[in-house]
């Protein structure tokens, strides 16, 4: 592995972290997603969403909308937490590297979710790159991570027990 190849898929899941950040931090003390009227925002968004699956040609299949309908719209006020909150965490586990794989595949399911229900914006190429994350670039991304300390101080703490119970066998 190049450090080369290290530093750039390094800088990528980075950056995808500091778009869940930037989006989270803009929801999380608004009244419409964190305050006295949680699930204001989510609503309206799910709102649109049921809107887009009518028509000949609906940008939001059915069964999403179904879902919408029946579990996300009458639990908006939680669901409005846990984007707002979840982006947060999200954004500084993946920029941290910390329980890398598991926020990645958050975001990507919260990625996915945008555009099941009829969203585009960043959310294609971010869901790509996060896939490409957890798939392709999943060691070079961990070199330079929280995760790789986490591994290194197990492996040593794995190691001296097992040369302990060495000793004690001799």
Same mark, same amino acid.
Not at 58 to 86: D, Q, R
């Given at each position: 592995?190049?450090?080369?190849?290290?530093? &750039?898929?390094?800088?990528?899941?980075?950056?995808?972290?500091?778009?869940?950040?930037?989006?989270?931090?803009?929801?999380?003390?608004?009244?419409?997603? !964190?305050?006295?009227?949680?699930?204001?925002?989510?609503?309206?968004?799910?709102?649109?969403?049921?809107?887009? %699956?009518?028509?000949?040609?609906?940008?939001?299949?059915?069964?999403?909308?179904?879902?919408?309908?029946?579990?996300?719209?009458?639990?908006?006020?939680?669901?409005?937490?846990?984007?707002?909150?979840?982006?947060?965490? +999200?954004?500084?586990?993946?920029?941290?590297? %910390?329980?890398?794989?598991?926020?990645?595949? =958050?975001? &990507?399911?919260?990625?996915?979710?945008?555009?099941?229900?009829?969203?585009?914006?960043?959310?294609?190429?971010?869901? +790509?790159? !996060?896939?490409?994350?957890?798939?392709?670039?999943?060691?070079? !991304?961990?070199?330079?991570?929280?995760?790789? =300390?986490?591994?290194?101080? +197990?492996?040593?703490?794995?190691?001296?027990?097992?040369?302990?119970?060495?000793?004690?066998? %001799?």
């Amino acid at each position: 592995m190049t450090i080369l190849k290290r530093v &750039a898929w390094t800088l990528v899941r980075m950056w995808i972290g500091w778009q869940w950040l930037q989006a989270g931090m803009g929801k999380v003390g608004q009244p419409v997603w !964190t305050g006295e009227q949680a699930g204001v925002a989510v609503a309206g968004f799910l709102k649109g969403a049921l809107a887009k %699956a009518a028509g000949d040609h609906p940008e939001v299949k059915s069964w999403y909308a179904g879902f919408v309908e029946k579990i996300a719209l009458p639990n908006a006020k939680v669901f409005s937490y846990l984007v707002a909150y979840g982006e947060v965490l +999200v954004g500084i586990a993946l920029i941290l590297g %910390a329980l890398t794989t598991v926020a990645a595949l =958050m975001g &990507a399911l919260m990625n996915l979710n945008f555009l099941l229900a009829g969203v585009s914006s960043s959310s294609p190429v971010m869901l +790509v790159a !996060t896939l490409l994350i957890l798939t392709v670039a999943a060691a070079y !991304t961990r070199h330079y991570s929280v995760d790789r =300390m986490v591994i290194e101080f +197990v492996k040593e703490k794995v190691a001296y027990k097992a040369a302990g119970a060495q000793a004690q066998k %001799a």
